[in-house]
Nanobody, 124 residues
Framework: QVRLVESGGGLVQPGGSLRLSCAAS????????IGWFRQTPGKEREFVAA????????RYADSVKGRFTISRDNSERRAYLQMNSLNEDDTANYYC?????????????????WGQGTQVTVAS
């Protein structure tokens, strides 16, 4: 089992950057693929990015490709989401999640553990 806590959200102007962090408790962080999702009121949770536990290979939603970068540090039990060139469509509550699936999954149902979320607001 793993407990996840996100941080790093806030208010940023269009074109700006933020770095989200996902801190994990437990000694098995390295056993999980980590995903980042986002959600706005009235909409379904949306896949953003994921990173594999074994080789740190990554997968991104088309909407963030080239702007966002996911990474992880297994020794620190942390995952990160570097977000650049932010625009108002990126405004959402961002969640990190952990999965034991073999592949890098995009469906929220494939992730067993979730953090509480951190709000990102992009506005001028």
């Amino acid at each position: 089992q793993v407990r996840l806590v996100e941080s790093g959200g806030g208010l940023v102007q269009p074109g700006g950057s933020l770095r989200l962090s996902c801190a994990a408790s437990g000694r098995t962080f390295g056993a999980y693929n980590i995903g980042w999702f986002r959600q706005t009121p009235g909409k379904e949770r949306e896949f953003v990015a994921a990173i594999r536990r074994s080789d740190s290979s990554t997968r991104y939603a088309d909407s963030v490709k080239g702007r966002f970068t996911i990474s992880r540090d297994n020794s620190e039990r942390r995952a990160y989401l570097q977000m650049n060139s932010l625009n108002e469509d990126d405004t959402a509550n961002y969640y990190c999640a952990a999965s034991t699936a073999i592949l890098l999954e995009t469906a929220p149902s494939r992730y067993s553990y979730w953090g509480q979320g951190t709000q990102v607001t992009v506005a001028s």
